[in-house]
C-alpha cells in the first residue's frame, strides 16, 4: 500500500491592521464630521416637504399680525420709546423657532419607528453626536422659518438693523435656543417613549414656556412670581438678546448667549442620557 501523501500546512491567514481610535485633534475632527454627518441627514428630510415652513409659518405670522397691529393701537404694554410692534417681533421670531423645536423629539421617535435609530445606536458614534446633529438641523430648520417671519415684519414697518455681524450674532442665538428645547423635546420622548404622551407634553408647556417670558411685555410688569421663572427661562434670554440685536433693545449679549449656551449644552447632556430607553 502506498503512503497518502501528506498537505502541507497551510500559511497562517494574515488580517488587516485594526484601526485605532482617534485621538487628540484627530478625535475632534471625527466627532465634527459625525455632527455635520447627522444634521445633513435632518435637513435631507426638510428638502422632501418644504411646505412644512410655510404651514409652521402661519401660526407665529398671525401672532405678529393680529396680537401685533391690535395692541400696537391699544398701546396698554409700556415699552419706552420702542413701538410694540418691534418689541414684539424678535419673541414672535423666537416663538417660532420654539413652535419647531418643541415637538422635535417626535422626529426621533419616527426614527425609532422605522428602525433607524437602532442602527445608529449600534455605531461607535457618541449618542452626544447624534443628538448635537440632531440640534443642528433643527437650529437650520428654525433659521429657514425665521426668514420668513423677519421679511414679514419689514413689510410691516419693523426697524430690523442691517448690520450683518449683529444679524450674525441673532442666528447664533436662534440656532442656542433652539437646540435647548429640541434638546427638551428629545429628553421628553426618552422619558415618555410614546409619540402621543410627547405631543400632549409638548403643547402642555410650549405656551407657558411663551408667556412667562419677556416675548409679549417686560419683565417689569410681570408679577413677582412670574419674574422669578422668566429669569430661568431660556426663551427670555434668546429673546433679549434678538431685542437688541435686531431691534435696538437693552440686552447683556455675553450673558444672553452664555445662558444659551449652558442650556444647550445641559439639555444635549440630558438627551444623550436618556437615548437608550427608546431601543428597548
Keep these: 500500500m502506498s503512503a497518502t501523501p501528506v ?3 497551510s500559511a497562517p491567514a494574515e488580517y488587516p491592521p485594526l484601526r485605532l481610535a482617534p485621538t487628540g485633534l484627530a478625535r475632534i475632527g471625527a466627532l465634527g464630521s459625525s455632527i455635520a454627518t447627522f444634521a445633513l441627514v435632518e435637513l435631507q428630510k426638510l428638502r422632501a ?3 412644512e415652513l410655510v404651514t409652521r409659518t402661519i401660526q407665529p405670522a398671525l401672532w ?18 420702542m413701538p410694540y410692534l418691534d ?13 419647531i423645536a418643541i415637538f422635535y423629539g417626535i422626529l426621533l421617535i419616527w426614527d425609532r419607528d422605522a428602525g433607524i ?9 457618541p449618542r ?20 420668513i417671519i423677519v421679511v414679514l415684519a419689514v413689510l410691516m414697518g419693523v426697524h430690523i438693523t442691517p448690520n450683518p455681524l449683529k444679524l450674525l450674532a441673532a442666528i447664533l442665538a436662534v440656532v442656542l435656543g433652539t ?19 410627547l405631543m400632549g407634553i409638548g403643547q402642555a408647556i410650549m405656551m407657558p414656556l411663551f408667556f412667562a417670558s419677556n416675548a409679549l411685555y417686560p419683565i417689569a410688569v410681570m408679577p413677582g412670581w412670574l419674574k422669578v421663572i422668566s429669569h430661568v427661562n431660556p426663551l427670555s434670554y434668546e429673546v433679549e438678546a434678538l431685542r437688541g440685536l435686531l431691534v435696538g433693545g437693552s440686552y447683556r449679549l455675553g450673558l444672553d448667549l452664555g445662558v444659551l449656551t449652558a442650556a444647550a449644552a445641559i439639555g444635549i447632556a440630558c438627551a444623550a442620557s436618556v437615548l437608550g430607553r427608546l431601543t428597548r
Design 7 to 9: 498537505e502541507p500546512l
Design 49 to 51: 416637504d418644504r411646505s
Design 64 to 81: 405678529l399680525l393680529i396680537f401685533g397691529t391690535t395692541f400696537s393701537r391699544l398701546r396698554s404694554i409700556p415699552t419706552g420709546s
Design 87 to 99: 418689541f414684539l417681533a424678535p419673541g414672535i421670531i423666537a416663538q417660532s423657532a420654539l413652535f
Design 117 to 125: 435609530l437602532n442602527k445608529l445606536m449600534v455605531t461607535p458614534t
Design 128 to 147: 452626544a453626536a447624534l443628538i448635537t446633529g440632531k440640534c443642528f438641523a433643527a437650529g437650520v430648520r428654525a433659521i429657514a422659518q425665521v426668514l
Design 179 to 197: 437646540s435647548f428645547f429640541a434638546c427638551l423635546s428629545m429628553t421628553i420622548a426618552g422619558l415618555v417613549v410614546k409619540r402621543d404622551r
